[in-house]
């Protein structure tokens, strides 16, 4: 991958970020992330397709509910819109070549700022496109997907596609099919639908059922339009439960299920899992994760956590090694990612104010993830794991347990074995080894 500086070096003093291994003590260099190992068959790079979230890299100014920024970059001093949106763009492909991170992701008014008027938003983002064409190709960095930003605008306090409002529906339509002719110009793989604002505050005023149908028709005709232009790839639909909404038609991973399924889209959509959302549902991430692999729709996830004193989505970069070895188990028994990648949808604290501090949050970040991948690796290849967790099936696997599961047995013969083989004796789960053996190969 090659280094792009722009015009002005942003990140002065940083190199390229280089594998250095677990008993080296500079904090600029990976410990666990070798891009070129072997796990599971290919390259932790192939794997993992780690991607820079551009929104909270490059837009985030450290602001919250409480206060103002904190966050005061060099690339945001240009008072011009086009000027700055390159400034930013350099400063971004600057740090994704530095940090060797593959690919990169954004929404649309991540790269230059939008007004109220949709003809001068296109003219503006397909300029900043051909900017980011130039950055891909001197870089060699891709594109993992695209999106719209369809909650920021106050046009979208009801919703886009669910507003009933017709006219700013047909405003996030617009939007769509900008993002996406933009998407399909600068090769992106997939592209994302996230429904911030896709739900309802109040059902007093909700028609729940028409806003649902109102939401897979819009899904159709974009999808309908990206292939029609091209698009090869794959979509995704990101649940989250609730926040800014309160309460999001995209709950959760099974949620979405069911309503891909219910206006057959299901075919065309899988699911981008983000661990932050996946808390705020009440599940675990390793739940959602299972929820999409057993449905054969585990398409892409976004890596970070919450703060669990805190009932919001605070977007940390991730750092539990439990949860991501327990999480990269699922993954990889389900044969990994279908489309997409890991990308950072995270970031840095208010408090952090270094250029450096963006750095050493994508490097634990992608280290974290790199351990706990090989650490799953050797947990199913050199341990009890797998064995266990078949032996407590294994009564399914043979004789009356097998026939029920083929088909083969009535109500009423399930209820004369119960007779025949009397009360069963308790088995033990072994929960308590299975979290000791996790522990034990970290």
Not at 220 to 226: Q, R, T
Not at 335 to 362: C, E, M, W
Request: net charge negative; hydrophobic share 35%; proline share 3%.
């Amino acid at each position: 991958m090659n280094i792009i500086k722009g015009q002005k070096e942003f990140f002065k003093g940083i190199e390229q970020i280089q594998f250095e291994g677990r008993d080296s003590k500079n904090p600029l260099a990976f410990r666990y992330y070798n891009p070129k190992q072997i796990v599971a068959g290919k390259t932790m790079e192939e794997y993992f397709k780690f991607a820079c979230s551009y929104w909270h890299s490059f837009n985030g100014d450290g602001s919250d509910p409480f206060g103002g920024r904190t966050h005061v970059f060099p690339w945001d001093a240009s008072s011009d819109v086009l000027t700055r949106a390159k400034d930013k763009m350099d400063a971004a492909f600057e740090f994704i070549t530095k940090m060797n991170i593959p690919y990169y992701c954004f929404h649309d008014v991540d790269l230059i700022d939008y007004t109220d008027d949709v003809l001068e938003n296109e003219k503006r983002l397909a300029a900043i496109v051909d900017y980011a064409k130039e950055k891909q190709q001197a870089s060699g960095v891709k594109l993992l997907w695209g999106t719209a930003n369809l909650f920021s605008h106050r046009r979208y306090m009801n919703g886009a596609a669910t507003n009933p409002d017709f006219q700013v529906l047909t405003h996030g339509a617009a939007q769509v099919k900008a993002a996406l002719d933009a998407t399909i110009a600068l090769g992106g793989e997939n592209y994302v639908f996230w429904g911030g604002r896709e739900g309802y505050m109040s059902l007093l005023n909700t028609n729940m059922k028409r806003e649902q149908e109102h939401l897979a028709k819009f899904l159709h005709l974009a999808k309908d339009y990206a292939r029609k232009n091209g698009f090869k790839g794959t979509f995704f639909i990101e649940p989250k439960p609730c926040e800014p909404t309160k309460h999001q038609y995209d709950y959760d991973a099974a949620t979405v299920l069911g309503f891909l399924r219910q206006y057959d889209l299901l075919e065309d959509f899988k699911l981008n899992l983000e661990v932050n959302h996946a808390t705020l549902a009440g599940h675990t991430f390793q739940h959602e994760l299972q929820v999409a692999v057993d449905a054969g729709k585990l398409g892409s996830i976004d890596a970070n956590r919450g703060d669990y004193q805190n009932g919001w989505d605070t977007d940390q970069f991730p750092n539990d090694i439990n949860e991501l070895t327990e999480s990269m188990l699922i993954i990889l028994e389900g044969g990994g990612f279908q489309g997409g990648g890991v990308n950072f949808d995270a970031k840095i604290r208010r408090n952090s104010t270094d250029p450096q501090d963006l750095f050493y949050a994508h490097i634990g970040g992608m280290d974290i993830f790199a351990r706990a991948l090989l650490t799953a690796e050797r947990i199913l290849e050199d341990s009890e794991y797998r064995k266990i967790r078949a032996e407590r099936y294994a009564s399914f696997d043979q004789g009356s347990g097998a026939s029920f599961e083929s088909g083969a047995l009535t109500l009423e013969q399930l209820r004369d074995l119960a007779v025949e083989l009397g009360e069963p004796q308790p088995v033990s789960g072994k929960q308590e080894y299975l979290e000791n053996l996790i522990n034990r190969y970290i």
